[in-house]
């Protein structure tokens, strides 16, 4: 059974970087089947895809967050990393980091999800 | 890129069967048979419930299927149970080799 972890700082200061890291057990990440995503959801909204990544290191992202995001994948820790550059009070929400297939995108296993509230 | 479109809400009784839609564009849902829906329950992480627009994944119920016309998608519950009532959402591969949401759908079981 795969299990995704997220960690990270519960609060960030405006204008600051949002950085979390997700941890990964009972599966290796360096398998190009598979994508590393992280997904989130502002309280009491609508789930958002932020982007993925392959362990090769080719990246994807959301066009209206592109120039504020950088993905990395760290393959000795078997851990992946969510960089959110300029963050605003928009940015609070719940972050997910989840695997999805190469072949279809679908995101089978995901973390419980954490907190991130941006804040003054 | 825009969220695809979901109805807010739909409800049903026990028994019955309820029908959840999702509108993309020719740039998303209509372009890729790549249609996936996820149910969230309340402070729970969102679980795959169908891909590939009509597959269900090892451990759905097979009262949960799923179809797409055109630019719409959509997922049907049958026989629907009290642990049905939760949020869904769809999501689809974009020909910007992107993926976005659907607002999300709150089903009530009444």
């Known amino acids: 059974q795969l299990y995704l972890q997220e960690s990270g700082p519960g609060l960030v200061r405006p204008s600051e970087t949002l950085s979390l890291t997700c941890s990964v057990s009972?599966?290796?990440?360096?398998?190009?089947?598979?994508?590393w995503g992280w997904i989130r959801q502002p309280p009491g909204e609508g789930l958002e895809w932020i982007g993925h990544m392959y362990y090769s290191g080719s990246t994807y992202y959301n066009p209206s967050l592109k120039s504020r995001v950088t993905m990395s994948v760290d393959t000795s820790k078997n851990q992946f990393s969510l960089k959110l550059s300029s963050v605003t009070a928009a940015d609070t929400a719940v972050y997910f980091c989840?695997?999805?297939?190469?072949?279809?995108?679908?995101?089978?296993?995901w973390g419980q999800g954490t907190m991130v509230t941006v804040s003054s | 890129q825009s969220a695809l479109t979901q109805p807010a809400s739909v409800s049903g009784s026990p028994g019955q069967s309820i029908t959840i839609s999702c509108t993309g564009t020719s740039s998303d849902v209509g372009a890729y048979n790549y249609v996936c829906w996820y149910q969230q329950h309340p402070g729970r992480a969102p679980k795959l419930t169908i891909s590939?627009?009509?597959e269900r994944p090892s451990g759905v119920s097979n009262r949960f299927s799923g179809s797409k016309s055109g630019n719409t998608a959509s997922l049907t519950i049958s026989g629907l149970q009290a642990e049905d009532e939760a949020d869904y959402y769809c999501s689809s591969y974009t020909k910007s080799n992107t993926w976005v949401f659907g607002g999300g759908t709150k089903l009530t079981v009444l």
């Open positions: 009972g599966g290796s990440i360096a398998n190009n089947n598979y994508n």
């Open positions: 989840a695997r999805g297939n190469w072949r279809n995108g679908a995101l089978e296993y």
């Open positions: 590939d627009v009509s």
